[in-house]
C-alpha cells in the first residue's frame, strides 16, 4: 500500500525557517508531479507550491521568493524549504503526489504536518 508520510513541521519565531520533508513508500511504479498544500483553520486547502517529473516548479504568490520546493527521486521524496516564515504561514501542511500502481495513478495525500509560526 503507497503512502505519503510527512515529516518537518513545529513552531517557528516569525523570520525563521523550517525543512519540511514527505516520502512514499510501497510498491509503486513512478511518481509524476509532487506538490504542498496547506490549510489554516477557517479556510480551503490551498496550494503552495508544486514540482513536475522534470522539476519544473511553480509557487503560489504567498510563497514565492521564500519558499523552495525540490524532490529527490530516488529517495521518492518532496521537500520544502520556508524560509522568513511569517504568522501568515501558520497553518497544516499536506503532501500529495500523483503516483503509478501497475496500471493506475492516482492522488495520494500525506497525513499533515502542523507549521505554527508565532513568538
Known amino acids: 500500500q503507497v503512502q505519503l508520510v510527512e515529516s518537518g513541521g513545529g513552531l517557528v519565531q516569525p523570520g525563521g525557517s523550517l525543512r519540511l520533508s514527505c516520502a512514499a513508500s510501497?510498491?509503486?511504479?513512478?511518481?509524476?508531479?509532487m506538490n504542498w498544500y496547506r490549510q489554516a483553520p477557517g479556510n480551503q486547502r490551498e496550494l503552495v507550491a508544486k514540482?513536475?517529473?522534470?522539476?519544473?516548479?511553480y509557487y503560489s504568490d504567498s510563497v514565492k521568493g521564500r519558499f523552495t520546493i525540490s524532490r529527490d527521486n530516488a529517495k521518492k521524496s518532496v521537500y520544502l524549504q520556508m524560509n522568513n516564515l511569517k504568522p501568515d504561514d501558520t497553518a497544516v501542511y499536506y503532501c500529495?503526489?500523483?503516483?503509478?500502481?501497475?496500471?493506475?495513478?492516482?492522488?495520494?495525500w500525506g497525513q499533515g504536518t502542523q507549521v505554527t509560526v508565532s513568538l
Open positions: 510501497g510498491n509503486l511504479t513512478a511518481i509524476y508531479g
Open positions: 514540482i513536475t517529473m522534470s522539476e519544473f516548479t
Open positions: 500529495n503526489a500523483r503516483i503509478l500502481v501497475a496500471a493506475v495513478s492516482r492522488d495520494y
